[in-house]
């Protein structure tokens, strides 16, 4: 599957289109946390492109400098969900002067109904 490499900064809300792209690279330093939207695309709900008993897992690399920032929210379809993180605990920070990498594990168990298993992993 497609890797979209970004040159801008994860800031505010971005939208993670799952039916053009697998990994989502951030190449600029973070700028502020964010709110990560998934979605099948901007004109398409993951929830109609997805039936009950799917999964998808997908990839957001996030390039930090030297005041790190994190993945604050996630939404599917622009509605919130609460991932279960791996270890118990959403990250309350990223990483300075390195890369941080999400991965999300969706899960759908009903008709706009996610199970999203969540991780965040430092590599400098």
Known sequence: FPVTIASTAATGTINFDVSTQ???YFTSNASANWTLNIRGSS????NSIMSTGQSVTITHIVTQGATAYYNAAVTVDETSVTPKW??????????????NV??????????????????KSLFS
């Open 22 to 24: 697998s990994i989502l």
């Open 43 to 46: 004109s398409v709900t993951l």
């Open 86 to 99: 791996l270890g118990g605990a959403a990250p309350s920070s990223g990483d300075a002067n390195s890369i």
């Open 102 to 119: 999400y991965s999300y594990t969706l899960v759908k168990t009903g008709s706009g109904s996610f199970t999203v298993f969540a991780s």
